[in-house]
């Protein structure tokens, strides 16, 4: 193992292991393929990582599949594009290919492809020897209109990582597989006698096997995650609209039991005194791979999220992750955005805010985001994101146009 480096401070941020009070301990939940949970558009970026009942776009197949019966146009596809953790490294980021194509007036078709690079690593005892390790994910969904305001999508994906120097068999690239289900709703209310459109989404991703490095010896959790979101577009008149939105989300992952989940277990299951177990690492490790927590399934996994974090209720609103934001739009051609993103100090403490623009034509968009971090020593902070959108049906009218010239 002494000639593989494993991008540790990609795969999760550790928490202290000592003894200390567990209402004010760093425990946030870990789990494998991290760049899973990167948001991977300019729009939502400059939201405040807000998408799950915004209006629907070419990147709802991150966010909420569910949303592309909704959309205006026959077809579209957009190229992401994420410089990521400048903070630490120049060479690591996110590319996402992103389309989806209507195939009647009720049901779609979406698809997305995902890559992370995490640049060029070398070896701890070797710098002459170097390693690209990278991450990918491709996806395919399914979304139809149940009514007039509602509609559900499935989607299927696979995961593969490849992150360590492969010198010998102690370590493989890991992979598999997972599901999306989706609900989403979009009607309309009167607001001071404008009609205004309000939603809201639901989405279950990431729901499927672990991933393993060791050829399975141990395996870690995939992201499942749920995020549930509202949105209100409201039109002053008819060029000017303002959208309200926000998303409430939640890693259904279990959490890592803490050393002092495994000293007070050993105490009362082996008895003796908590000092013969506090120092103990190497048990508490054994612990964790045998029974405490390696060996829960991806399906127990779920459900044991709701209720495991070691300091009770209190604890378990802790993960839910906030996001809140707004988006201006001029004669739906000029956006403004700006958002406001909120995780727990005990878990993770990524808080900052974001702002963004696009401009839009009938043809294509462009968008971007930035992200202003409020935590100290944020590695996200100055992330900037950009996309790149093209509308087939702008693209067929504009080639019609030149054919009848």
Same mark, same amino acid.
């Given at each position: 193992?002494?000639?593989?480096?494993?991008?540790?401070?990609?795969?999760?941020?550790?928490?202290?292991?000592?003894?200390?009070?567990?209402?004010?301990?760093?425990?946030?939940?870990?789990?494998?393929?991290?760049?899973?949970?990167?948001?991977?558009?300019?729009?939502?970026?400059?939201?405040?990582?807000?998408?799950?009942?915004?209006?629907?776009?070419?990147?709802?197949?991150?966010?909420?599949?569910?949303?592309?019966?909704?959309?205006?146009?026959?077809?579209?596809?957009?190229?992401?594009?994420?410089?990521?953790?400048?903070?630490?490294?120049?060479?690591?980021?996110?590319?996402?290919?992103?389309?989806?194509?209507?195939?009647?007036?009720?049901?779609?078709?979406?698809?997305?492809?995902?890559?992370?690079? #995490?640049?060029?690593?070398?070896?701890?005892?070797?710098?002459?020897?170097?390693?690209?390790?990278?991450?990918?994910?491709?996806?395919?969904?399914?979304?139809?209109?149940?009514?007039?305001?509602?509609?559900?999508?499935?989607?299927?994906?696979?995961?593969?990582?490849?992150?360590?120097?492969?010198?010998?068999?102690?370590?493989?690239?890991?992979?598999?597989?997972?599901?999306?289900?989706?609900?989403?709703?979009?009607?309309?209310?009167?607001?001071?006698?404008?009609?205004?459109?309000?939603?809201?989404?639901?989405?279950?991703?990431?729901?499927?096997?672990?991933?393993?490095?060791?050829?399975?010896?141990?395996?870690?959790?995939?992201?499942?995650?749920?995020?549930?979101?509202?949105?209100?577009?409201?039109?002053?008149?008819?060029?000017?609209?303002?959208?309200?939105?926000?998303?409430?989300?939640?890693? #259904?992952?279990?959490?890592?039991?803490?050393?002092?989940?495994?000293?007070?277990?050993?105490?009362?299951?082996?008895?003796?005194?908590?000092?013969?177990?506090?120092?103990?690492?190497?048990?508490?490790?054994?612990?964790?791979?045998?029974?405490?927590?390696?060996?829960?399934?991806?399906?127990?996994?779920?459900?044991?999220?709701?209720?495991?974090?070691?300091?009770?209720?209190?604890?378990?609103?802790?993960?839910?992750?906030?996001?809140?934001?707004?988006?201006?739009?001029?004669?739906?051609?000029?956006?403004?955005?700006?958002?406001?993103?909120?995780?727990?100090?005990?878990?993770?403490?990524?808080?900052?805010?974001?702002?963004?623009?696009?401009?839009?034509?009938?043809?294509?968009?462009?968008?971007?985001?930035?992200?202003?971090?409020?935590?100290?020593?944020?590695?996200?902070?100055?992330?900037?994101?950009?996309?790149?959108?093209?509308?087939?049906?702008?693209?067929?009218?504009?080639?019609?146009?030149?054919?009848?010239?």
């Amino acid at each position: 193992m002494k000639k593989i480096l494993f991008i540790l401070a990609f795969l999760c941020l550790f928490a202290s292991l000592k003894a200390q009070d567990v209402k004010n301990q760093l425990n946030p939940i870990y789990y494998g393929v991290n760049s899973l949970a990167i948001a991977p558009d300019a729009r939502a970026g400059g939201l405040g990582d807000v998408g799950a009942a915004t209006d629907p776009d070419v990147n709802s197949q991150y966010w909420n599949p569910a949303k592309y019966p909704f959309c205006i146009s026959r077809a579209g596809v957009s190229l992401n594009y994420t410089p990521w953790l400048r903070q630490i490294a120049n060479d690591i980021d996110l590319a996402n290919l992103t389309g989806y194509y209507r195939l009647g007036d009720y049901d779609a078709l979406s698809a997305s492809l995902r890559y992370f690079s #995490l640049g060029e690593v070398g070896l701890m005892d070797d710098e002459s020897v170097t390693f690209k390790p990278y991450e990918m994910a491709f996806d395919l969904a399914y979304s139809r209109m149940l009514s007039e305001t509602f509609s559900a999508a499935v989607a299927l994906r696979y995961i593969y990582s490849d992150l360590a120097y492969h010198a010998d068999d102690e370590t493989t690239p890991g992979s598999a597989f997972a599901a999306d289900i989706a609900l989403y709703h979009n009607g309309y209310l009167n607001l001071g006698g404008h009609e205004s459109q309000m939603g809201w989404g639901l989405n279950i991703s990431n729901i499927g096997s672990k991933i393993s490095y060791d050829d399975g010896n141990t395996s870690e959790f995939i992201p499942t995650n749920m995020r549930f979101g509202l949105s209100l577009l409201v039109p002053f008149d008819e060029y000017n609209t303002l959208t309200i939105a926000a998303d409430a989300n939640k890693l #259904l992952v279990p959490t890592r039991p803490t050393m002092e989940q495994y000293v007070k277990h050993m105490v009362e299951t082996e008895g003796g005194e908590a000092a013969d177990y506090e120092q103990n690492y190497s048990d508490y490790r054994s612990w964790l791979e045998g029974e405490g927590y390696y060996n829960v399934s991806p399906i127990s996994g779920i459900f044991k999220s709701f209720h495991d974090a070691p300091n009770g209720f209190k604890e378990e609103m802790q993960e839910i992750q906030w996001s809140v934001g707004l988006e201006y739009a001029y004669n739906n051609q000029f956006f403004l955005r700006a958002g406001y993103h909120y995780e727990h100090p005990n878990k993770g403490n990524r808080k900052y805010f974001t702002v963004g623009a696009g401009f839009k034509m009938s043809v294509f968009s462009l968008d971007a985001g930035y992200v202003i971090s409020t935590a100290q020593s944020n590695p996200l902070d100055q992330t900037l994101r950009f996309s790149l959108a093209f509308d087939m049906d702008g693209i067929n009218d504009l080639l019609g146009k030149r054919r009848r010239r």
